[in-house]
């Protein structure tokens, strides 16, 4: 879950842009390609620094505007109304911005996020 993005979608995502771009540079390509062995290439160097990037994650349940005396208020027990009711889902967000809605989950007595829907790849790539 750490990773927004796998690299089967990094590699969709660079084809599109690579079939964006103007083929006037490339060399006219042969009517019938021969098939290449199944071989991975290695992946290019700028594609594992990009997803050696940190970023933010959160998950959030909800918000609310209190005053700073309310805050101080606060105390084991208090109860904190937010702006969302009980049933509906919670954002992913990655360094500030939505990226996928799901629900709360508990696991082994630790909240968690069961992911429902994701933002396309392309949306994802938009808003980082």
């Known amino acids: 879950m750490s990773d927004i993005l796998s690299k089967e979608e990094l590699d969709a995502l660079l084809s599109e842009v690579r079939r964006d771009e103007p083929e006037e540079d490339l060399p006219d ?30 998950v959030e349940l909800g918000r609310t505007r209190m005053t ?3 805050v101080l208020q606060l105390g084991q027990g208090s109860v904190i109304e937010l702006d969302r009711l009980a049933n509906d889902a919670i954002d992913l967000t990655l360094n500030g911005r ?11 007595e630790n909240f968690g996020m069961r992911i429902l829907e994701v933002d396309s790849v392309r949306d994802r790539i938009r808003k980082l």
């Open 98 to 108: 939505a990226m996928a809605q799901g629900d709360a989950v508990v696991v082994n």
């Open 29 to 58: 390509a042969p009517a019938v390609l021969a098939p290449t062995p199944a071989v991975e290439a290695p992946e290019p160097p700028n594609l594992r620094l990009i997803l050696e990037i940190p970023v933010e994650l959160r």
């Open 68 to 70: 700073v005396h309310e």
